[in-house]
Structures are given as structure tokens and as C-alpha cells.
């Protein structure tokens, strides 16, 4: 009640005093329910399943058990039937996985199994948390320690503790760069991620040549690495609206950042007037502050592109706003914010913006600079509307992205 989060659906039972020597039957315990504090009986939380739910493999003719039904009625009138097994029941699983797991972990590199147990094994020993930042490095490939503490919120000495689990399981390496050490997910790692979300391996993965061998590497992160100061703008830019939105929870206000995915991920390809074409925002992402939600693509722009190519950004967002393909997605047009090098750089963008796209369009574009964004943070009012625009509105005061 005091972290204002929904009620958790359970219940509650003191359990008598030390001096009873039988054990108290579970079903007549005086049970609460832990949201209201009513009083309610276990018959009422849980749900039992008639004996069809159950496989027809689980019961076969050489299983032991046998099933006794009882009808009981509640309260309310209603009959329900309970299924009560008896007698000893069949082994169906066989095999000491949990045993092999440990052993495993013991020698810290699994060098006595053959490399399918060995992801099977990681599956059952790796923990919640392990595995939380394996998918995070699959989604978003050669992230920075402190960028994957604030994602996942976290202490950075716990991800460091993670990190050299995992490393020492061979599902992740390290990468020297210019931009500090960045992390991927090795050949192991990517099998493991495939078996967790039940995909080919070769729909996540290409084969490269290193070493003298042939490896598996995830699919784009060549791409990344190619482009990684880029690359660490936009994840730069949101570990930092992640931790805006964690420093306004701390002062009481609902901020969240519901999700966010670059690269191909949030790629569009539509065919428009017998032609194919494709958007690509460098990011697609979803904000809450409160009970308004912001869904918006994000340029990073880092002063490369020339007056034409800005022009071609534009016209491609122009091109996809009109065809209206995004109403088939989204419920509202998401905004477009562009974060430049420097003032020169945004000026230049809103002259191109407004000569490209018009106010009728609908797209909203906000733009902003790097320095803004570093001192002020991303929730400050460091946003100059380029669309919709009107005459003077250089002159007006910047805003928040979610205005």
C-alpha cells in the first residue's frame, strides 16, 4: 500500500503456536486475502482444473495413480469438482539435471558436456537476473557497463558481478573500443538466447570467419560496431531518459520509459503508389509522465549530413506521414525529435523541415543540441518546436518533449 502498486492477488494465514505437534491442515487455516485483509478460504483463490485439462500422456496405463472426483458446492451455489490423485505416483522426467548444472558450475566451463547440454544446463542454473541482461545485450548490442546498470536498474558492482558470471560461462565477451568497453553476446550466448525464445539460431545469427574458425555472431552488430559513436549517442540518449524518468519517480511523479527499440526493430517498409519504400529512424520509443503517453522516433544527428541529405530525411518522414501507413500501427502520429551537434546544425534542420513538409502534414518535430541535453537533462525544457510552425516561433520559449 505504501509503494502505491496494485494489490497482490494472495493470501495469509498465521499458523499456530510451536506447542501443536501436528501439522494444521493448509485448507482450514484462517486465510486473509493480502489486498483487502478480508477473510477468504483457499477454495475461493484457487482454481482447480477438471481431469480432461490433464495430457492423456500423464495418465498411462502404467502410472500407479488413480483419481478420486469430488463434487463440493460452494457459497454461491456453484459445484466444483476436484480431482484427487492417489497412490504413488510415475516418474515422468528423468535425468539429475539440476545435479549436472552444479557440477557445472563448479568447473566453470562445462568442458565435460557436449555444447546442447550445455545450454540446456545454463537454462535451469543461470539466474533471472542473468538472463534479463543476456536479452538486454541481444536487444541492444555493445552497451557500456553503466548503461546497462541504469537500464536495468541496477548497482553497477552487481552488474560487474553478472557480467563476470556469464563471461566465465563463455556467453559473453568484451570489446575494446574508443568509446570504453562494450559488451556482446559470444556464439554461446546467442545459442542460449535462441533456445530461451524457441528460435533457429540462424534467424539471430550469421557465420563469420575469425581466428581460423568459423563463428556465429549476432546479426547487425557489425553495423553498430562500423558506426559506434553513433550507436553510443542513441543508447547514450536513453540511459539518460531512463534515469530522468527513475529521478522523477523519486519525487513522486508516474515517468516511464515503456520500451524502446533501434536498428531494424523498428523499421518500416510499406508500398506506396506501386512503390516500395522504407523508414528507418535511427530509434522508435514510448514515454509516460503520468497519464499521458508519448510515442516518438528519434534522429541522432552528429552534423555529417549536408543540406540534400537532410532534405531526403525529410521527405522520407513527409512520404510516410502522407501514405498513412502508421495509422495501421499507432493510434496518434508520434512525434519526431532530432537531437543535433550544435545550434548551427538545428538551425539548418529547421530551415529544411520547413521547406520540405508543411504544417498540414501533422508530423510534430521537435530538434535540440547536444549541449542542451547534457546540461539541462531530457525532461528540461530544451525543445524548440520546428512543426508546426508559425512566424516568431524561434523567438519562443523552448519546451519539454512531452508538451
Given at each position: 500500500?505504501?509503494?502505491?502498486?496494485?494489490?497482490?492477488?494472495?493470501?495469509?494465514?498465521?499458523?499456530?503456536?510451536?506447542?501443536?505437534?501436528?501439522?494444521?491442515?493448509?485448507?482450514?487455516?484462517?486465510?486473509?486475502?493480502?489486498?483487502?485483509?478480508?477473510?477468504?478460504?483457499?477454495?475461493?483463490?484457487?482454481?482447480?482444473?477438471?481431469?480432461?485439462?490433464?495430457?492423456?500422456?500423464?495418465?498411462?496405463?502404467?502410472?500407479?495413480?488413480?483419481?478420486?472426483?469430488?463434487?463440493?458446492?460452494?457459497?454461491?451455489?456453484?459445484?466444483?469438482?476436484?480431482?484427487?490423485?492417489?497412490?504413488?505416483?510415475?516418474?515422468?522426467?528423468?535425468?539429475?539435471?539440476?545435479?549436472?548444472?552444479?557440477?557445472?558450475?563448479?568447473?566453470?566451463?562445462?568442458?565435460?558436456?557436449?555444447?546442447?547440454?550445455?545450454?540446456?544446463?545454463?537454462?535451469?542454473?543461470?539466474?533471472?537476473?542473468?538472463?534479463?541482461?543476456?536479452?538486454?545485450?541481444?536487444?541492444?548490442?555493445?552497451?557500456?557497463?553503466?548503461?546497462?546498470?541504469?537500464?536495468?536498474?541496477?548497482?553497477?558492482?552487481?552488474?560487474?558481478?553478472?557480467?563476470?558470471?556469464?563471461?566465465?560461462?563463455?556467453?559473453?565477451?568484451?570489446?575494446?573500443?574508443?568509446?570504453?568497453?562494450?559488451?556482446?553476446?559470444?556464439?554461446?550466448?546467442?545459442?542460449?538466447?535462441?533456445?530461451?525464445?524457441?528460435?533457429?539460431?540462424?534467424?539471430?545469427?550469421?557465420?563469420?570467419?575469425?581466428?581460423?574458425?568459423?563463428?556465429?555472431?549476432?546479426?547487425?552488430?557489425?553495423?553498430?560496431?562500423?558506426?559506434?559513436?553513433?550507436?553510443?549517442?542513441?543508447?547514450?540518449?536513453?540511459?539518460s531518459l531512463s534515469q530522468a524518468a527513475s529521478e522523477g519517480r523519486?519525487q513522486g511523479h508516474d515517468h516511464h520509459l515503456l520500451w524502446w527499440?533501434?536498428?531494424?526493430?523498428?523499421?518500416?517498409?510499406?508500398?506506396?503508389?506501386?512503390?516500395?519504400?522504407?523508414?528507418?529512424?535511427?530509434?522508435?520509443?514510448?514515454?509516460?509522465?503520468?497519464?499521458?503517453?508519448?510515442?516518438?522516433?528519434?534522429?541522432?544527428?552528429?552534423?555529417?549530413?549536408?543540406?540534400?541529405?537532410?532534405?531526403?530525411?525529410?521527405?522520407?518522414?513527409?512520404?510516410?506521414?502522407?501514405?498513412?501507413?502508421?495509422?495501421?500501427?499507432?493510434?496518434?502520429?508520434?512525434?519526431?525529435?532530432?537531437?543535433?551537434?550544435?545550434?548551427?546544425?538545428?538551425?539548418?534542420?529547421?530551415?529544411?523541415?520547413?521547406?520540405?513538409?508543411?504544417?498540414?502534414?501533422?508530423?510534430?518535430?521537435?530538434?535540440?543540441?547536444?549541449?542542451?541535453?547534457?546540461?539541462?537533462?531530457?525532461?528540461?525544457?530544451?525543445?524548440?518546436?520546428?512543426?508546426?510552425?508559425?512566424?516568431?516561433?524561434?523567438?519562443?520559449?523552448?519546451?519539454?518533449?512531452?508538451?
Amino acid at each position: 500500500m505504501a509503494l502505491h502498486v496494485a494489490p497482490l492477488p494472495g493470501a495469509i494465514a498465521c499458523l499456530p503456536g510451536k506447542q501443536q505437534k501436528t501439522t494444521p491442515n493448509p485448507w482450514r487455516l484462517a486465510w486473509k486475502t493480502l489486498g483487502t485483509s478480508g477473510t477468504c478460504t483457499l477454495r475461493h483463490l484457487l482454481h482447480p482444473l477438471p481431469i480432461e485439462a490433464i495430457p492423456p500422456a500423464l495418465w498411462e496405463h502404467h502410472a500407479t495413480d488413480t483419481v478420486m472426483l469430488e463434487e463440493t458446492r460452494t457459497g454461491d451455489g456453484k459445484v466444483i469438482t476436484l480431482s484427487t490423485p492417489t497412490g504413488k505416483r510415475t516418474r515422468m522426467i528423468v535425468g539429475n539435471y539440476m545435479d549436472r548444472a552444479m557440477a557445472g558450475k563448479k568447473d566453470h566451463t562445462y568442458d565435460s558436456y557436449d555444447e546442447r547440454d550445455v545450454i540446456a544446463l545454463l537454462g535451469l542454473s543461470l539466474g533471472q537476473r542473468h538472463l534479463a541482461l543476456l536479452t538486454l545485450l541481444f536487444t541492444h548490442p555493445l552497451l557500456h557497463l553503466r548503461e546497462m546498470a541504469v537500464l536495468l536498474e541496477r548497482e553497477m558492482s552487481s552488474i560487474e558481478r553478472y557480467l563476470g558470471v556469464l563471461r566465465g560461462l563463455g556467453c559473453i565477451e568484451p570489446i575494446t573500443t574508443s568509446v570504453g568497453q562494450r559488451w556482446r553476446l559470444s556464439e554461446r550466448g546467442l545459442r542460449l538466447i535462441a533456445a530461451t525464445h524457441h528460435v533457429n539460431v540462424q534467424r539471430i545469427a550469421i557465420q563469420q570467419e575469425r581466428d581460423d574458425r568459423v563463428n556465429l555472431v549476432q546479426q547487425g552488430v557489425d553495423v553498430l560496431f562500423g558506426h559506434l559513436d553513433h550507436t553510443a549517442g542513441i543508447y547514450g540518449f536513453f540511459v539518460s531518459l531512463s534515469q530522468a524518468a527513475s529521478e522523477g519517480r523519486l519525487q513522486g511523479h508516474d515517468h516511464h520509459l515503456l520500451w524502446w527499440e533501434t536498428g531494424s526493430s523498428c523499421e518500416r517498409r510499406y508500398r506506396d503508389h506501386d512503390r516500395w519504400h522504407n523508414l528507418r529512424p535511427d530509434a522508435f520509443a514510448e514515454y509516460q509522465a503520468g497519464e499521458l503517453r508519448v510515442r516518438f522516433w528519434l534522429e541522432w544527428d552528429r552534423g555529417t549530413m549536408s543540406t540534400p541529405d537532410l532534405a531526403v530525411k525529410c521527405t522520407t518522414y513527409a512520404r510516410y506521414v502522407a501514405s498513412r501507413e502508421w495509422f495501421k500501427q499507432e493510434t496518434a502520429l508520434p512525434f519526431l525529435l532530432v537531437v543535433t551537434p550544435d545550434p548551427g546544425q538545428e538551425r539548418r534542420l529547421g530551415r529544411v523541415a520547413r521547406a520540405t513538409m508543411t504544417d498540414e502534414c501533422g508530423l510534430i518535430i521537435r530538434t535540440t543540441t547536444l549541449t542542451r541535453m547534457q546540461e539541462q537533462g531530457l525532461l528540461g525544457p530544451i525543445w524548440n518546436q520546428v512543426l508546426p510552425y508559425s512566424e516568431g516561433k524561434d523567438l519562443m520559449p523552448r519546451r519539454t518533449f512531452d508538451l
